[in-house]
């Protein structure tokens, strides 16, 4: 076992440059006149600072003499300093957000990671009881009912289900707000008094002695987390019904129920652990994506998360932005694939002799 | 049994779906005379603020800096114009009339502030004026503010608005006065190696431009040449605000020492960002800027020993501001938006375009037009169930959109939009353009109307001239192309164009692309009318209408590879040689490849009326010289100005509308 993680993880750097190769070639067949048209406005001598800016930064350059420079940085001829370079930390600075890429990964992360956690439990654990209730009673009322409630949430796009959110518990009853924070809640968390301990602001507000703020917190997460949920619950409720369907027909269910073990316990735990395997599987990528950000989820509901900074980064071609939240966003799915496979080694031995 | 189930489900939600959809509009069931009893009701609209001291503003544009001697767009432009004051300021929704604000009185040739030959400007600085960190402001920061400004340079900045003026007709930034053969332009590396001499001398010549008299407490700009418009330029924007001097040196920015200045200049704005400079702002204005959240938020709060006693205008606020914090949120999305609006969290209704003007009209409950709005008539209250109010017929204007024809395109390296790049019937030469008939031609071709009333709603109007309403030469009588098929089809048969084999253009025909950035509508509809009207004319003459992502659209602009396209300002002051010098010997005039002659044509006329301190001799000059060669020679089709409409929430108070601030003033709001 600890063979094969450890050949997972000396395989991870590998794949990462391979992430890292393949973003940055693809964004190389955009011109240099593009690349730059960012930082460029509709001014007087424009020509002139776009030509100036495409030779400070080289974008005339061979691919691989920029995918380098991206890489380790560069060497400033006067004083013999390395700067810039990913591998030496410095990502640059994302002119779509106005600040060093560092420092808005270290501001949005967080946002994105504590969304990311609330919403586990609703968006995994619902769906998939919702798939077990509807395995239980196949082909019955309630089956229907449940097949049919996750089907129509699967088929509204997360904008439009979003919206009528908002629409709803918001703009007409003004109970779930958007943001983070109320307005009087983040002049609290903005000033000095309030200590920003993990940057998770439920966590923070309690550490801080606030729970007002921890509540106010909370409002704000309920339509993001609604929203997350819903739209993703008849995947899990889809899953998990047919996996346990699978299950419950397997000749080991007849045995244990030939035997006489309670109908309770042949469910939870002959059948239930059997058709988990899936939904592990399916958990990754979910925690993966949720904290890769959702960017149409933060957008609307104006959450500053990861998501929300990687849709006006696309939508304004900030190209050292998106290369960053790329590789972040790859990051997070290689760690993540590897939790999945190491926890599926756990769960079913094949995979560890294979 | 499972069949059974299923049939019964999809009736409930067939039937289910029948009732919503049959249902009648709410509109349809309510009673004529229940709507009119509500009509009467209308105290219940006036709602009040849940936070009547706090302002929170929905915007869809952070600052790009909030370093004044570089930030030129209105995201940052509102912050600095709320923490810092001018000079003077404009009077109230009045862009061109002018009131002191740090300074005493406003220059005029009558109180001597104004020379008799206009090459000296001076201002009487206010005293007991005290910056936001409690210092006192003195003429030296006054002085010091411009002269960093101009040093600080870079093309990206609106510093030529000063250099101008100061330094000289035509230039646009310091680096040419270092350098007229070569100008280092945004080259900060290639600045340094000039000589030291050299370097100081420019510094010093700046500051021989600005000069402060402690002893008399004035400060005095010698300026090149007279300039008309140099009043106008001083009342709003970064460029024109008094700031600390010990503040910008310890926060990053030029001390004013002459031998340092070139380290200060065209710093990259990602630089500039990580400075105090950069990412706060420290001024003498109503508020005081708390903190910036890129992306997130911007709080403002009152300055609460601001040092305005005396109102500006009749009616204008004194001391301390009645909005205690200002909260300016980033909010991209329009439902998000009006939804904030809607549950009261925001104090602004901002739509993203005139498109969705017809969706916030469903939210109005009382209607005003300006001119009742600010002779202080009551609002009429037609549905005091619904939210917002709106404010109709704003006719003050400082922004427009136009269509330039490029007059010789490049074709270095090919060109697709002139199809095949002669006159052979399957393309344009590159410099189809050149030949006035085409461009008189096309503008005849275009059918204004139906741009105005389908596009901007019937709440526009048109354009005669290149000035805007209320600017010094507007003139609404002044001969103007409208929608006529003939006069177009005549023009293309005077037309100087044959082919090879002597075909004439109107024979031959053309095909050649009108060219726009995905995702503006605007623009795309104005290709497509562009297209339309040429069809009109003859099915030999093809515009394809070509939608390009905007940083190819950029590209190709910026490589002056399309032959027709969209061209816009918005005013950095209210003057009229903001518009006509950007349009015709500047910026658009290189854009558009104008000929030398033609250049040199309005230069002339520019460079006379600009520095022509009679206001009537310099209308004269604008309505008669230069409005007939524009109308002439038709360098561009000029469209629309849109009457601006106003939506807002019940408690709003002590809103107007001023074309030129960057959104709001808010010490002049108030909320109840």
Same mark, same amino acid.
């Not at chain 1, 739209?231 to 996996?243: G, K």
């Not at chain 1, 939508?315 to 998106?322: E, G, K």
């Not at chain 2, 009537?616 to 604008?622: F, M, N, S, T």
């Not at chain 2, 409005?627 to 849109?642: K, Q, S, V």
């Given at each position: 076992?600890?063979?094969?993680?450890?050949?997972?993880?000396?395989?991870?750097?590998?794949?990462?440059?391979?992430?890292?190769?393949?973003?940055?070639?693809?964004?190389?067949?955009?011109?240099?006149? +593009?690349?730059?048209?960012?930082?460029?406005?509709?001014?007087?001598?424009?020509?002139?600072?776009?030509?100036?800016?495409?030779?400070?930064?080289?974008?005339?350059?061979?691919?691989?003499?920029?995918?380098?420079?991206?890489?380790?940085?560069?060497?400033?001829?006067?004083?013999?300093?390395?700067?810039?370079?990913?591998?030496?930390?410095?990502?640059?600075?994302?002119?779509?957000?106005?600040?060093?890429?560092?420092?808005?990964?270290?501001?949005?992360?967080?946002?994105?990671?504590?969304?990311?956690?609330?919403?586990?439990?609703?968006?995994?654990?619902?769906?998939?009881?919702?798939?077990?209730?509807?395995?239980?009673?196949?082909?019955?009322?309630?089956?229907?009912?449940?097949?049919?409630?996750?089907?129509?949430?699967?088929?509204?796009?997360?904008?439009?289900?979003?919206?009528?959110?908002?629409?709803?518990?918001?703009?007409?009853?003004?109970?779930?707000?958007?943001?983070?924070?109320?307005?009087?809640?983040?002049?609290?968390?903005?000033?000095?008094?309030?200590?920003?301990?993990?940057?998770?602001?439920?966590?923070?507000?309690?550490?801080?002695?606030?729970?007002?703020?921890?509540?106010?917190?909370?409002?704000?997460?309920?339509?993001?987390?609604?929203?997350?949920?819903?739209?993703?619950?008849?995947?899990?409720?889809?899953?998990?019904?047919?996996?346990?369907?699978?299950?419950?027909?397997?000749?080991?269910?007849?045995?244990?129920?030939?035997?006489?073990?309670?109908?309770?316990?042949?469910?939870?735990?002959?059948?239930?652990?059997?058709?988990?395997?899936?939904?592990?599987?399916?958990?990754?990528?979910?925690?993966?994506?949720?904290?890769?950000?959702?960017?149409?989820?933060?957008?609307?509901?104006?959450?500053?998360?990861?998501?929300?900074?990687?849709?006006?980064?696309?939508?304004?071609?900030?190209?050292?932005?998106?290369?960053?939240?790329?590789?972040?966003?790859?990051?997070?799915?290689?760690?993540?694939?590897?939790?999945?496979?190491?926890?599926?080694?756990?769960?079913?031995?094949?995979?560890?002799?294979? | 049994?499972?069949?059974?189930?299923?049939?019964?489900?999809?009736?409930?939600?067939?039937?289910?779906?029948?009732?919503?959809?049959?249902?009648?509009?709410? +509109?349809?069931?309510?009673?004529?005379?229940?709507?009119?009893?509500?009509?009467?009701?209308?105290?219940?609209?006036?709602?009040?603020?849940?936070?009547?001291?706090?302002?929170?503003?929905?915007?869809?544009?952070?600052?790009?800096?909030?370093?004044?001697?570089?930030?030129?767009?209105?995201?940052?432009?509102?912050?600095?114009?709320?923490?810092?004051?001018?000079?003077?300021?404009?009077?109230?929704?009045?862009?061109?009339?002018?009131?002191?604000?740090?300074?005493?009185? %406003?220059?005029?040739?009558?109180?001597?502030?104004?020379?008799?030959?206009?090459?000296?400007?001076?201002?009487?600085?206010?005293?007991?004026?005290?910056?936001?960190?409690?210092?006192?402001?003195?003429?030296?920061?006054?002085?010091?503010?411009?002269?960093?400004?101009?040093?600080?340079?870079?093309?990206?900045?609106?510093?030529?608005?000063?250099?101008?003026?100061?330094?000289?007709?035509?230039?646009?930034?310091?680096?040419?006065?270092?350098?007229?053969?070569?100008?280092?332009?945004?080259?900060?590396?290639?600045?340094?190696?000039?000589?030291?001499?050299?370097?100081?001398?420019?510094?010093?010549?700046?500051?021989?431009?600005? %000069?402060?008299?402690?002893?008399?407490?004035?400060?005095?700009?010698?300026?090149?040449?007279?300039?008309?418009?140099?009043?106008?330029?001083?009342?709003?924007?970064?460029?024109?605000?008094?700031?600390?001097?010990?503040?910008?040196?310890?926060?990053?920015?030029?001390?004013?020492?002459?031998?340092?200045?070139?380290?200060?200049?065209?710093?990259?704005?990602?630089?500039?960002?990580?400075?105090?400079?950069?990412?706060?702002?420290?001024?003498?204005?109503?508020?005081?800027?708390?903190?910036?959240?890129?992306?997130?938020?911007?709080?403002?709060?009152?300055?609460?020993?601001?040092?305005?006693?005396?109102?500006?205008?009749?009616?204008?606020?004194?001391?301390?501001?009645?909005?205690?914090? %200002?909260?300016?949120?980033?909010?991209?999305?329009?439902?998000?938006?009006?939804?904030?609006?809607?549950?009261?969290?925001?104090?602004?209704?901002?739509?993203?375009?005139?498109?969705?003007?017809?969706?916030?009209?469903?939210?109005?409950?009382?209607?005003?037009?300006?001119?009742?709005?600010?002779?202080?008539?009551?609002?009429?209250?037609?549905?005091?169930?619904?939210?917002?109010?709106?404010?109709?017929?704003?006719?003050?204007?400082?922004?427009?959109?136009?269509?330039?024809?490029?007059?010789?395109?490049?074709?270095?390296?090919?060109?697709?939009?002139?199809?095949?790049?002669?006159?052979?019937?399957?393309?344009?030469?590159?410099?189809?353009?050149?030949?006035?008939?085409?461009?008189?031609?096309?503008?005849?071709?275009?059918?204004?109307?139906?741009?105005?009333?389908?596009?901007?709603?019937?709440?526009?109007?048109?354009?005669?001239?290149?000035?805007?309403?209320?600017?010094?030469?507007?003139?609404?009588?002044?001969?103007?192309?409208?929608?006529?098929?003939?006069?177009?089809?005549?023009?293309?048969?005077?037309?100087?164009?044959?082919?090879?084999?002597?075909?004439?253009?109107?024979?031959?025909?053309?095909?050649?692309?009108?060219?726009?950035?995905?995702?503006?509508?605007?623009?795309?509809?104005?290709?497509?009318?562009?297209?339309?009207?040429?069809?009109?004319?003859?099915?030999?003459?093809?515009?394809?209408?070509?939608?390009?992502?905007?940083?190819?659209?950029?590209?190709?602009?910026?490589?002056?590879?399309?032959?027709?396209?969209?061209?816009?300002?918005?005013?950095?002051?209210?003057?009229?040689?903001?518009?006509?010098?950007?349009?015709?010997?500047?910026?658009?005039?290189?854009?558009?490849?104008?000929?030398?002659?033609?250049?040199?044509?309005?230069?002339?006329?520019?460079?006379?009326?600009?520095?022509?301190?009679?206001?009537?001799?310099?209308?004269?000059?604008?309505?008669?010289?230069?409005?007939?060669?524009?109308?002439?020679?038709?360098?561009?089709?000029?469209?629309?100005?849109?009457?601006?409409?106003?939506?807002?929430?019940?408690?709003?108070?002590?809103?107007?509308?001023?074309?030129?601030?960057?959104?709001?003033?808010?010490?002049?709001?108030?909320?109840?």
């Amino acid at each position: 076992m600890t063979q094969y993680i450890v050949r997972r993880l000396l395989l991870m750097p590998l794949t990462l440059i391979g992430v890292t190769l393949l973003i940055f070639g693809m964004l190389s067949f955009l011109s240099p006149a +593009e690349r730059v048209s960012l930082y460029v406005r509709d001014i007087p001598k424009n020509d002139i600072v776009m030509n100036s800016l495409i030779e400070r930064y080289g974008l005339d350059d061979p691919f691989l003499a920029q995918y380098w420079r991206w890489m380790v940085g560069q060497k400033d001829a006067e004083t013999g300093e390395w700067a810039g370079g990913i591998l030496r930390g410095n990502f640059g600075y994302s002119r779509s957000a106005n600040q060093n890429i560092v420092d808005l990964i270290k501001r949005r992360f967080p946002a994105t990671v504590e969304l990311a956690l609330y919403s586990i439990v609703p968006l995994i654990g619902v769906g998939t009881w919702l798939g077990i209730v509807a395995a239980k009673n196949h082909d019955k009322l309630i089956d229907q009912i449940t097949r049919l409630f996750g089907i129509l949430g699967y088929s509204f796009p997360s904008f439009v289900f979003g919206l009528l959110m908002l629409m709803f518990f918001y703009a007409k009853y003004q109970i779930f707000p958007p943001d983070r924070l109320s307005n009087w809640a983040m002049l609290v968390v903005s000033g000095d008094s309030f200590t920003s301990y993990t940057s998770l602001v439920t966590v923070d507000a309690l550490l801080n002695g606030r729970f007002d703020i921890f509540l106010d917190a909370l409002r704000h997460l309920v339509l993001p987390i609604i929203t997350l949920s819903y739209i993703n619950w008849a995947l899990y409720l889809r899953i998990m019904r047919s996996s346990m369907l699978e299950s419950m027909n397997q000749d080991y269910i007849v045995t244990a129920r030939a035997k006489g073990v309670k109908e309770k316990d042949v469910l939870n735990k002959h059948a239930k652990p059997n058709a988990m395997i899936p939904i592990v599987t399916m958990s990754g990528m979910t925690i993966a994506g949720l904290l890769s950000g959702v960017t149409i989820t933060e957008t609307i509901f104006i959450y500053p998360g990861i998501g929300s900074a990687a849709a006006a980064a696309s939508t304004q071609l900030d190209v050292v932005t998106i290369l960053s939240l790329v590789l972040l966003t790859g990051f997070i799915l290689l760690v993540a694939n590897l939790i999945v496979d190491i926890t599926y080694a756990f769960l079913d031995p094949r995979v560890r002799l294979s | 049994m499972r069949s059974k189930w299923y049939v019964l489900f999809s009736a409930l939600v067939v039937l289910a779906t029948l009732l919503v959809a049959c249902q009648p509009a709410a +509109e349809e069931a309510a009673p004529a005379a229940e709507a009119v009893e509500e009509a009467a009701d209308a105290e219940a609209f006036w709602r009040t603020s849940a936070d009547p001291t706090t302002w929170v503003e929905t915007s869809i544009g952070d600052p790009e800096t909030l370093d004044t001697s570089r930030d030129y767009e209105t995201g940052g432009g509102e912050i600095l114009a709320n923490v810092y004051d001018t000079l003077v300021f404009m009077e109230k929704d009045q862009a061109s009339t002018f009131v002191p604000m740090l300074a005493t009185e %406003v220059p005029s040739l009558e109180n001597g502030g104004i020379s008799e030959d206009g090459m000296t400007v001076t201002f009487k600085i206010r005293e007991g004026v005290k910056f936001h960190d409690g210092s006192d402001m003195t003429v030296d920061d006054v002085a010091f503010s411009f002269v960093r400004r101009i040093l600080a340079g870079s093309t990206v900045s609106p510093q030529w608005m000063l250099v101008e003026p100061l330094m000289g007709a035509g230039l646009v930034d310091i680096a040419e006065v270092v350098d007229p053969a070569n100008p280092p332009y945004d080259d900060q590396a290639t600045l340094k190696t000039y000589d030291a001499a050299t370097l100081a001398t420019v510094c010093e010549l700046v500051q021989s431009k600005v %000069v402060a008299d402690a002893a008399a407490g004035t400060v005095t700009f010698n300026l090149s040449q007279p300039w008309a418009p140099f009043i106008a330029t001083l009342a709003n924007g970064g460029w024109a605000v008094v700031e600390s001097k010990a503040w910008v040196g310890a926060n990053g920015g030029w001390d004013g020492d002459c031998a340092t200045w070139q380290n200060y200049y065209a710093v990259p704005t990602e630089e500039l960002n990580q400075l105090g400079i950069g990412n706060s702002a420290m001024g003498t204005g109503p508020y005081v800027f708390d903190h910036w959240t890129p992306g997130e938020e911007i709080v403002l709060t009152a300055n609460e020993n601001y040092w305005m006693t005396e109102p500006m205008w009749e009616g204008a606020p004194t001391g301390a501001a009645a909005i205690k914090t %200002v909260v300016i949120k980033q909010v991209g999305e329009f439902s998000t938006r009006l939804a904030m609006a809607q549950a009261g969290d925001a104090d602004n209704i901002l739509a993203g375009s005139t498109e969705d003007w017809p969706i916030l009209d469903e939210m109005v409950g009382g209607e005003i037009t300006y001119a009742e709005y600010m002779a202080g008539e009551p609002v009429v209250i037609t549905d005091p169930t619904k939210p917002f109010y709106k404010v109709t017929d704003i006719t003050f204007a400082n922004t427009r959109t136009d269509i330039g024809f490029n007059f010789n395109v490049n074709v270095e390296g090919g060109n697709s939009f002139i199809g095949s790049g002669v006159l052979d019937g399957d393309g344009i030469p590159a410099d189809f353009f050149s030949d006035v008939h085409v461009r008189r031609a096309f503008s005849y071709c275009f059918d204004y109307d139906t741009l105005a009333t389908e596009v901007m709603q019937g709440e526009a109007n048109r354009a005669p001239v290149l000035m805007l309403p209320g600017m010094i030469g507007y003139d609404e009588e002044a001969e103007q192309y409208t929608y006529d098929i003939d006069k177009c089809v005549e023009e293309l048969q005077a037309s100087e164009w044959v082919s090879e084999d002597g075909t004439q253009l109107y024979d031959l025909g053309f095909r050649m692309s009108a060219v726009y950035n995905v995702g503006n509508t605007l623009r795309q509809t104005i290709a497509e009318l562009v297209q339309a009207g040429m069809q009109e004319a003859g099915p030999q003459f093809v515009v394809e209408v070509v939608g390009l992502p905007w940083p190819t659209f950029l590209a190709n602009i910026n490589a002056k590879k399309i032959p027709i396209f969209i061209i816009g300002w918005l005013s950095d002051y209210f003057d009229t040689h903001n518009w006509t010098s950007t349009f015709t010997s500047a910026y658009y005039s290189f854009k558009q490849n104008f000929p030398d002659e033609l250049r040199a044509q309005f230069t002339e006329i520019n460079s006379r009326a600009v520095q022509e301190n009679d206001p009537a001799e310099r209308e004269k000059i604008y309505k008669e010289e230069f409005n007939t060669l524009y109308h002439e020679t038709a360098p561009a089709m000029l469209l629309f100005t849109t009457k601006g409409r106003h939506y807002a929430q019940p408690w709003e108070n002590g809103w107007y509308a001023n074309p030129i601030y960057s959104n709001k003033w808010y010490y002049s709001l108030s909320k109840d």
